[in-house]
């Protein structure tokens, strides 16, 4: 006789580890082992399974079948060893990333461990630092090191506090004071930057490209003193187009487009006519079009069809055919610094072709884009460009923020390795309360999306417990207190 299918799924999962009722209780409401696998993946049947079975059930499901899933798999894998004599063994040396501490750190680290408190490194290293050339004695060391501990202590923040909240209206608040304009770049002449608001708001909204995207590019130090090398170096990076070495007019008669090339112009940007030439006959929607004119100066750009609108779209190719330069970079301008040393700045970024200059100093050129300092150098590099950005725009209004505050909202966007804008967009939208989702933006169509799914809001946040009514989860109320009645008699 033939075992019924329902019989089987409930045996299988019984041989996964799976008790024999609850094995019964997720065949009945349709639970195979290949859903129960999905629900790692799929939010809507982790819910569900998680109220049929209830949280530590599930888990104890869960943990069952990826025991039995990972001995499987270990077992199909195994190989016999190869024997072909014993590899000799490699000893790997990790690079030091933290320095030993030094005499004076020592000194005060053994003095805290007397004492049983701590410090953190960073605040002993400075007061190391304070006393290293001092003649200090030991009583005069601990004296400042326990008032150093006793200061830590009261400005440690107090259990269950919402540093989200207080970091919000830190930067929120000064924020209101911010200007709304865009202004000219300090020493250098018509160069915009955004500044102000706009630019805070660019910089936590992650744009892909600023308003004002802006490079600051260093040379090595045997360029930056050197004005020559280094006009040639801003000459080679900014990009040159056609329009900006020639004159262009439409032949409309012959159906042809008439480049006038300014000699002068060529010979201050290096080129010469016979490189503009192969330059454009190489361009994109121009290649085998060009040919050099009679008088050894110009370029004309033949329309191969009798149509206007070609003729029109090759008046445009023409005009923007990418002579030199890189790509993005409209303009750069040399400015002398303080430390008497040259620096280019450019309108328009473009951070890996730059990088790629010889002469470049690759540690301190960068760009005020963050998403392009995270595609070029990595997430580490994008959360310090949030932090300097966010910090120099404040700075420059005249406004004092701490910097963990901003250090809060950076780690926030850049926490699970990509750069998130906080909005809908980003960290809001992705929250997992369906109420806290709702009470940011767009409220029908987010209530009308969980309904469908069947989504669960557990109230742990603030917004989804002031909805219902409910104490919100932090400080008083993040904590549970149990009264005991004395006892009668």
């Not at 409220?443 to 469908?452: D, F, K």
């Amino acid at each position: 006789m033939r075992m019924p299918v329902a019989q089987k799924s409930v045996e299988a999962l019984v041989e996964k580890g799976i008790d024999e009722k609850t094995a019964a209780e997720l065949v009945e409401r349709g639970f195979t082992i290949s859903k129960l696998r999905k629900v790692t993946t799929d939010r809507n049947l982790r819910l569900e399974l998680e109220k049929l079975l209830g949280e530590k059930r599930m888990q104890k499901v869960m943990q069952a079948l990826s025991s039995s899933g990972a001995t499987r798999k270990g077992t199909k894998k195994l190989k016999k060893p190869e024997k072909k004599g014993d590899k000799e063994p490699v000893t790997l040396t990790l690079p030091k990333k933290i320095s030993e501490p030094t005499e004076q750190e020592q000194r005060i680290l053994k003095m805290l461990s007397a004492e049983n408190k701590s410090l953190p490194m960073s605040v002993v290293s400075e007061i190391a630092k304070r006393i290293e050339h001092r003649k200090l004695s030991d009583r005069i060391v601990k004296a400042i090191v326990l008032e150093a501990c006793a200061r830590f202590e009261k400005h440690k923040i107090d259990p269950n506090e919402s540093a989200g909240i207080i970091a919000a209206q830190s930067i929120g608040e000064p924020g209101t004071q911010m200007t709304m304009r865009t202004f000219h770049y300090a020493g250098v002449a018509e160069m915009n930057v955004t500044l102000g608001l706009p630019r805070l708001i660019e910089i936590v909204d992650a744009r892909r490209v600023p308003s004002t995207p802006i490079m600051e590019i260093h040379l090595d130090s045997s360029v930056k003193d050197n004005l020559d090398l280094v006009r040639k170096i801003a000459t080679d990076i900014e990009e040159t187009k056609l329009i900006d070495v020639a004159d262009i007019e439409t032949d409309i008669a012959n159906m042809r487009v008439i480049a006038h090339l300014d000699t002068k112009k060529l010979e201050k940007k290096e080129l010469t006519v016979e490189q503009v030439f192969k330059k454009l006959n190489a361009s994109r929607g121009l290649k085998g079009l060009a040919e050099m004119g009679e008088d050894g100066s110009s370029i004309v750009v033949k329309c191969d069809e009798s149509s206007f609108r070609k003729l029109q779209k090759i008046f445009e190719d023409v005009k923007a055919a990418s002579l030199k330069g890189i790509p993005g970079i409209s303009r750069a301008v040399i400015k002398r610094t303080d430390g008497k040393e040259y620096v280019i700045y450019t309108e328009g970024s473009n951070l890996a072709e730059v990088l790629k200059i010889d002469k470049v100093d690759k540690r301190r050129t960068t760009t005020n884009s963050v998403l392009e300092i995270y595609e070029v150098l990595g997430i580490e590099a994008a959360r310090n460009a949030i932090i300097r950005e966010a910090s120099k725009t404040l700075e420059e209004q005249g406004l004092t923020v701490d910097i963990r505050h901003i250090m809060l909202v950076a780690d926030l966007m850049t926490n699970d390795g990509d750069v998130k804008a906080i909005g809908r967009h980003g960290i809001s939208g992705r929250k997992s309360s369906v109420l806290a989702r709702a009470a940011f933006e767009i409220t029908s169509t987010h209530l009308l999306h969980a309904a469908i799914l069947g989504e669960v809001d557990r109230l742990e946040g603030v917004a989804e417990n002031i909805i219902v009514g409910q104490p919100v989860t932090l400080g008083t109320g993040a904590v549970k207190l149990v009264w005991s009645p004395p006892k009668a008699g």
